[in-house]
């Protein structure tokens, strides 16, 4: 099921479940936040990463990334990941995650990664798909996941385990998002089902009082947004 589920990214699953755990060690450490300025910052790369993310060009990057790396050797992205620098590798993440694509294992994680490009090519020959159907269908996808991905951590605790937020949306919404919304609890007890997560919720701020704060752009720590809590229906 999560190889399928990647196949519609289009991702491999090895690569995701290795990124989602490479988050759930680092989340808010200094290689994990971009909502923060920080005194040496790369400015031009904090912005550009922070509205990538809130404008959905993350979407793009992450598929094209992961794809490069299933057609390249581990110099190549060596050597691309240095020429952001030792500080803009931190606070972009690159230097983590990219390490974390060196300890998959290499043939079977691009084998996913070139079968979800077959999985796509076949349901474009099989329905006739045109470019611009598909790129429409994933630029609404890709904005809807790109800028959920940051909202549920920014401006939390630095905290690897509470710095997330319980987001409150309509319950049938959070069940489309398979209680997605609910990231402080899943961050505080992952090993449950998505299923179990409501029942560890609490209380949390209104998904578009985050969301509209971040589109003022990352902030030093003294200047952070306090969120009104709300109890989680």
Not at 43 to 68: D, E, H
Not at 89 to 101: K, P, R, T, V
Not at 120 to 130: D, K, R, S
Request: net charge positive; with cysteine; aromatic share 20%.
């Amino acid at each position: 099921c999560g190889r399928l589920a990647a196949f519609w990214f289009p991702t491999g699953f090895a690569v995701q479940r290795m990124f989602h755990l490479t988050h759930h060690r680092n989340n808010r450490s200094p290689s994990e936040q971009f909502d923060t300025l920080h005194d040496g910052d790369v400015l031009w790369l904090k912005y550009a990463q922070w509205y990538a993310i809130f404008t959905g060009l993350y979407w793009p990057c992450a598929v094209i990334g992961v794809f490069f790396y299933a057609a390249t050797p581990r110099f190549v992205r060596r050597r691309l990941a240095a020429l952001f620098g030792r500080r803009g590798g931190l606070q972009s993440g690159a230097e983590d995650y990219i390490g974390s694509l060196d300890r998959l294992p290499q043939l079977s994680a691009r084998l996913e990664i070139f079968g979800a490009a077959a999985w796509q090519l076949f349901w474009a020959w099989l329905f006739g798909w045109t470019w611009g159907g598909w790129l429409a269908c994933y630029a609404a996808f890709g904005f809807a996941w790109s800028s959920l991905q940051y909202t549920d951590h920014a401006f939390s605790p630095f905290d690897c385990k509470n710095g997330a937020w319980n987001l409150r949306v309509p319950r049938w919404l959070r069940a489309v998002f398979l209680n997605y919304h609910l990231h402080l609890a899943h961050h505080r007890h992952p090993e449950l089902s998505w299923r179990e997560l409501p029942r560890h919720a609490g209380e949390g701020p209104h998904f578009f009082t985050v969301w509209l704060s971040c589109w003022r752009g990352p902030r030093r720590p003294e200047d952070f947004p306090v969120f009104k809590q709300g109890r989680i229906e």
